[in-house]
């Protein structure tokens, strides 16, 4: 496949270029080529591709990239077609062509141009495009291509587009030969198509790294027919060695290409004079034990080089490649590589989860990768099917049908992956669930279309939505097929969940209110009345409230337990550390939660976490992140309930802070026992900020918070406390 042809003469759809166009076809090929031909003639002349290159020469040369591809006469006549100027809106009627040639050569025609248009957009993303966005529009390609010859189609354009600019010197867009390398490389790399697949790489590579390009080619000893020459030689002579001894074998040639020399020095970080692969053969034989007979032959034809075999069969990659691979040289010292495996392990290698393209494209990380799912399972049906094609065999079976995934695209040209099926509610919400709470409409390919339509792959859509608002209870009835993303209906179920939760929380709260009100204690906590109740926080009581599961007279009950507080007199003159900052003054917990930073956190009442105890945050609704100990009660009734508030938290650098926290003390009720409490904390140095006490059936029952720096503090509390006799204390 020369760059440079006799198509781009005058008449580049002359009889010399038909005749070796129609090359392959039977004699119903033929008169539909020459149809083709016909059709597009007047057309395209002067015409010209947004390259600059004309028209006609284009589809002339890429007709001859097709035909040395063996593909059939309905291709051939589509890449022609398809590059015939078309009036907006044409596409999708092209009654006339369909009449002309029929429903087979139409579709090819409609693919191609649905891949331009998707080449056109997608070159928006630019360069700075990720690596997961270009697999996407790699995917996106591969499931619009539902026949594999529309794929092949572009292929060749493309192909065809950058021997165009190497053969005019007319200077390529980098953007241009970048999408190429980017999205199309890999695509021929993973179907196979090595012939263009190294021809496009190459080409790229030039126009991309000019400097880097000729450097390599410089330090190449010999050019590539010399190189390709050299293999055929090998090739011919280990040919006539296992025939002699009775092998039927397959050996290939496989010489490297410039780019290909260049990525593996980069992914390798070898210099070129390291590089032991630049000629490579692969030999493919019945059985295992025909493998190592082989091997032992190579050997002893060539010179091994040291600590250069690598035998995959006996220990095979991770992801099941099996080969052996040795690299030997010949009398005059050049080296190359050769691989050596059964049929069965070449099958595996090529279509299973050792396939080429994994094994090239995982990097540095060479064949760790394995192929999985659908997706790899349609490029092996194609690669399958490229083979089926050269060797003439029965047809293999049909490819899976679509994997259930559909690709569409961002106003942006960001590509998306969604369930097959689903709709423009489930796009919204895959981009952001506030923009999928407030999708009212949607634009498909610049049409507005009902919430309901079900997308298709290479589609691009636009969002319209409202300021404010929620989504339909509507969306929820499958009846009305809305929603085909579990995950999106999970976040319409949350938001109608929060909404009912919010509605529980103003209902109880009114009812908790009133009952203060006739208990007159309207100026008390509620948050503290919550804890005293049980309950992590106010908004749990009032859910619980509205849904009669508490009954309000315990509210009554909570009031009727005195508390005693703590003469300050008593204790304050042996504070420990009057300079101190308590958490409960400051605000500072020394709480860090995980990943975000200045984020509002308090320490839970209901359990007093201080360090360097075990913690758990909740994001609570406006008042920041509650802090609780991991065995804390409250916190697992509340992370059962609402697992998506919880977040991870760490203690930070805490400093002089101090922390309250509970001892609850149970003694036999006696006269003096809180003072002998209370002396116990102050020989300690500890601050006591609040004492509740009361009594019941000669049992004193007292809950002490005290202030502490750590856990340590906290030890040596209980240990003072219990060494009192008849007292028993432990933590809250």
Same mark, same amino acid.
């Given at each position: 496949?020369?760059?440079v ?32 031909v ?15 290159? /004309? ?30 100027p ?14 002309a ?39 996106? =390609? ?21 021997r ?27 179907l196979?198509?090595?012939? =263009? ?32 020459? @050299?293999?055929d ?5 280990l ?6 001894a ?11 290409h ?45 010179? /091994?080089?040291?600590d250069? @075999? ?5 220990? /095979? ?18 080296? @190359? ?23 090239? $494209? ?12 659908e ?10 099917l ?12 049909a490819?899976?049908?679509?994997a ?13 992956? =969604? /369930? ?16 999928g ?25 636009e ?16 009846? =009305? ?68 599961? @508490?009954?309000?007279?315990?509210? $009554? ?20 550390g009057?300079?101190a900052?308590s ?26 976490p ?28 509340l ?94």
């Amino acid at each position: 496949m020369n760059p440079v042809s006799s198509a781009e003469s005058v008449d580049p759809l002359g009889p010399e270029w038909f005749q070796e166009a129609c090359r392959g076809l039977d004699d119903e090929g033929v008169p539909l080529l020459s149809q083709a031909v016909a059709w597009v003639r007047a057309p395209l002349q002067g015409a010209q591709a947004s390259t600059g290159e /004309p028209l006609a020469a284009h589809g002339a040369l890429v007709v001859l990239i097709l035909q040395e591809l063996g593909s059939d006469a309905a291709t051939r006549a589509a890449a022609l077609l398809a590059v015939q100027p078309v009036p907006e809106g044409e596409v999708s009627r092209s009654d006339p062509v369909r009449q002309a040639f029929g429903p087979e050569v139409i579709t090819l025609v409609q693919g191609v141009r649905a891949l331009l248009r998707l080449g056109t957009v997608a070159g928006q993303v630019g360069s700075h495009s990720g690596a997961d966005q270009k697999e996407m529009q790699r995917k996106m =390609l591969l499931a619009m291509a539902a026949d594999l010859r529309i794929v092949l189609m572009r292929l060749a354009s493309r192909l065809q587009s950058l021997r165009w600019y190497a053969a005019s010197h007319t200077p390529c867009p980098e953007s241009f030969a970048q999408e190429t390398m980017t999205l199309y490389a890999p695509l021929a790399n993973r179907l196979g198509i090595w012939q =263009l697949k190294w021809e496009i790489e190459d080409l790229c590579f030039r126009f991309l790294q000019p400097e880097t390009y000729k450097a390599i080619a410089r330090q190449l000893e010999e050019k590539r027919v010399e190189r390709e020459a @050299f293999i055929d030689a090998v090739v011919t002579r280990l040919s006539a060695a296992l025939a002699e001894a009775h092998i039927d074998a397959e050996i290939n040639g496989r010489p490297k290409h410039i780019y290909s020399i260049w990525n593996k020095m980069r992914i390798k970080h070898l210099e070129f004079q390291e590089l032991f692969d630049l000629r490579a053969l692969r030999v493919i034989v019945a059985d295992e034990r025909t493998c190592y007979a082989v091997l032992a032959m190579v050997h002893a034809m060539w010179t /091994p080089v040291p600590d250069e @075999f690598d035998d995959y069969i006996a220990r /095979p990659k991770p992801n099941g490649y099996r080969s052996l691979h040795t690299v030997v040289a010949d009398a005059q010292g050049r080296i @190359f590589e050769i691989q050596i495996r059964t049929r069965d392990m070449h099958q595996y290698a090529e279509f299973g989860m050792a396939a080429h393209w994994r094994y090239k $494209e995982a990097g540095a990380r060479g064949g760790q990768v394995a192929a999985s799912g659908e997706y790899d399972q349609k490029i092996a049906w194609m690669r399958q099917l490229l083979a089926w094609k050269e060797d003439s065999g029965p047809a293999p079976a049909a490819a899976p049908a679509g994997a259930g995934r559909i690709y569409v695209m961002t106003p942006q040209a960001r590509v998306l992956e =969604l /369930p097959e099926g689903s709709t423009p509610v489930d796009f919204a919400y895959l981009l952001h669930t506030d923009l999928g709470h407030r999708c009212r409409g949607a634009r498909v390919d610049g049409q507005m279309v009902p919430l309901s339509t079900r997308l298709k792959t290479g589609q691009t859509i636009e969002i319209i939505a409202a300021k404010s608002g929620g989504p339909s209870r509507d969306w929820l009835n499958p009846q =009305l097929a809305y929603l085909a993303s579990p995950r999106a209906r999970s976040k319409v179920r949350a938001w109608f969940n929060a909404v009912e939760l919010q509605q529980r929380i103003a209902q109880g709260q009114t009812l908790v209110e009133k009952e203060l009100q006739r208990l007159g204690r309207t100026a008390v906590n509620q948050d503290h009345l919550a804890q005293q109740l049980g309950f992590a926080r106010a908004d749990d009581l009032y859910v619980a409230a509205a849904k009669e599961e @508490f009954s309000l007279r315990q509210i $009554e009950y909570a009031f009727r337990a005195p508390e005693v507080p703590v003469a300050p007199s008593e204790l304050e003159p042996r504070v420990f550390g009057a300079d101190a900052d308590s958490v409960s003054h400051t605000g500072k917990s020394g709480v860090l939660v995980v990943g975000v930073d200045s984020l509002l956190t308090q320490l839970a009442r209901c359990c007093r976490p201080a360090p360097p105890d075990a913690i758990e945050g909740f994001v609570t609704r406006g008042r920041g992140v509650s802090i609780h100990r991991r065995d804390c009660p409250s916190w697992h009734a509340l992370s059962k309930r609402h697992p998506e508030r919880c977040i991870a938290v760490a203690w930070g650098k805490t400093g002089d802070a101090v922390y309250p926290v509970d001892i609850t003390i149970h003694a036999q009720d006696r006269p003096a026992v809180l003072r002998d409490v209370s002396e116990a904390f102050a020989r300690l140095r500890l601050r006591v900020v609040r004492v509740t006490t009361y009594s019941r059936s000669s049992l004193a029952h007292m809950v002490f918070t005290i202030e502490v720096r750590d856990g340590s503090q906290i030890r040596e509390a209980l240990a003072a406390v219990n060494e009192l006799p008849g007292v028993q204390a432990t933590r809250h």
